[in-house]
């Protein structure tokens, strides 16, 4: 367990998000280039001729930048529930072969589930959630592991998460992809508040834990994101 993810820690996060200053303390303690230090450090850890799974892509900004890095001998697969954040991914990256968009989302199981879009203009706080009404609009869910077991997907060299709090299930559907030798990389946003919302106060630590556990280095660039690399 690193320090940021001490309960003490988790503690101080959740008075600062009451106080609505969260935003404040992240750019103070990671300066003016809170998030870019995350984008470049695992950007630049992709190689040419990487599959690179996108998890949580929305309208493809960072499937477009990892599909410059690994190059045409490359691959990116881009995962996007949202029907209205998938139809703008297809339209981002038309044209770019080696981009593979699906609408579904990678849980622990597979299931339909009630799903929110968010209401920013990318549509970036999407989600999926416990329950969402009768109008719920229901997504696509799968396992990752199974995804590769049966041929359907290869083996991630690099894996993004982007998932609004979804994250335990997402690493619960990877299984045996965490502990591959191909998978070099991970790199994850961590929404803390969501993760405590949906009942994983600690959810924080179990992905730092679970990364370890698989042979990853795990560092913190910044307050939110995770990058685990394989040394």
Known sequence: MSWRTNPLMLAARNVARALKLTDLIAAIGAGRGYEERYDRLFSNALRQGDCVWDIGANIGYYS???????????????????????????????????????????????????????????????????????????????????????????????????????EPEVFAGLGDILTSPALRLVGVEVHFRLLNERGHPDGAAQIEKLLTASGLDVSWPDFSHIVAIRR
């Open 64 to 166: 477009s930048i990892f599909a410059d890095r690994v190059g045409r001998d490359g691959s990116v697969h881009a995962f996007e529930p949202s029907p209205a954040n998938f139809a703008r991914l297809r339209a981002a990256i038309a044209g770019r072969a080696h981009i593979h968009a699906r609408q579904l989302a990678l849980g622990d199981a597979p299931a339909s589930l009630p799903f929110e879009q968010g209401s920013d203009d990318l549509g970036a706080t999407s989600r999926i959630v416990a329950d969402a009404g009768e109008t719920a609009l229901l997504v696509p869910v799968q396992r990752g592991d199974t995804l590769v077991a049966e041929g359907e997907l290869p083996q991630p060299n690099a894996i993004k998460v982007d998932v609004e709090g979804f």
